[in-house]
């Protein structure tokens, strides 16, 4: 395994890979987990060689202290995926990916108008700025996006269809701990107690999957609201039931024929994102 920790490593480990037209791509910001694994795997399985990228895009974070705090452990990173089976481990430099200021605004198709969109203004852009930018220099066939970030994921289609670009966007299912907290690089941010208070986010979402069948879905999502706060380390910042494809809001349960409950909700000042198939 190389890890490239500039362009020009990275592109002497690219020249030495055996089949360059069947490479799968993971794209993370490291302080990886089990679930950046599970991605890791597949594509391994899957794929000739497999790149994963560790970059922490500055592009994408809408909230300075934020991006300042954000784990970065890329040693441990290392020894957590080699022995997967990974070819290159790229963690670039912000001048490799920008050698000038990214300005560049992309069609999201409108997907960035609900859930996390209003709440980051700018985030979904700065991912399809980073992904486009990551998919020209490593030109996947597959690339491996966790289903965790369930608009990222729907966003990432569309302008990969828009732009027409030659890689197959495969999505994964969420890795949890045992308790049922969806695995997150910001976890370890928790304190002691806000990582016990945490799983009760998971438990009341998927209360909604009784809840659907004797309320509408707005009440449905004053019940979790009122649920999550018996805990007082945790606050909501938005929980929306919508639409699957167009990840428009529902306000009936038979206005699509696939619907998605998405929340993030704070335990102070780290702020954590979940989804469950509810239709
Ligand atoms: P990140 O490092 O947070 O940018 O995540 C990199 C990739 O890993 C994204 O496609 C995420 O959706 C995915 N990912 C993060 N956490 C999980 C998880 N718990 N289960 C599955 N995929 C995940």
Redesign the pocket.
């Known amino acids: 395994m190389i890890v490239a920790k500039s362009l020009a490593e990275f592109q002497a480990a690219y020249e030495a890979l055996p089949n360059k037209s069947d490479i799968g791509f993971?794209?993370?910001?490291?302080?990886?987990?089990?679930?950046?694994l599970?991605?890791i795997r597949r594509s391994v399985e899957e794929n000739t060689s497999t790149i994963i990228s560790?970059f922490v895009?500055p592009t994408q974070f809408n909230n300075p202290n934020d991006l300042a705090t954000y784990p970065r452990t890329l040693e441990a990173d290392c020894a957590l995926v080699e022995p997967v089976g990974v070819d290159i481990v790229f963690a670039p430099q912000v001048h490799d990916i920008y050698p000038e200021p990214d300005q560049r605004i992309f069609n999201l198709g409108g997907l960035d108008r609900f859930g996390e969109g209003p709440r980051r203004p700018g985030h979904f852009n700065g991912v399809a700025q980073v992904v486009t930018r990551l998919f020209d220099l490593v030109r996947p066939s597959r690339s491996?996006?966790?289903?965790?970030?369930f608009q990222?994921?729907a966003i990432l289609r569309f302008v990969t269809e828009d732009l027409q670009l030659p890689v197959e966007i495969i999505g994964?299912?969420?890795?949890?701990a045992e308790d049922g907290l969806?695995?997150?690089?910001?976890n370890t941010l928790l304190t002691p107690s806000q990582r016990e208070a945490a799983p009760h986010i998971y438990r009341c979402i998927c209360q909604a999957r009784t809840w659907m069948h004797e309320c509408t879905p707005a009440e449905t999502i004053q019940r979790i609201t009122d649920a999550i706060h018996t805990n007082p380390e945790l606050e909501t910042e938005y929980i929306e039931i919508f639409n699957a494809r167009t990840l428009e809001p529902v306000e009936n349960w038979d206005d699509a024929a696939e619907i998605q409950l998405g929340c993030a909700i704070f335990a102070h000042p780290v702020r954590l994102i979940d989804n469950i198939k509810l239709k």
């Open positions: 993971v794209p993370t910001m490291g302080a990886l987990h089990e679930g950046h599970s991605l560790i895009n491996y996006f966790g289903e965790k970030d990222q994921l994964c299912p969420i890795a949890r969806a695995l997150s690089s910001r």
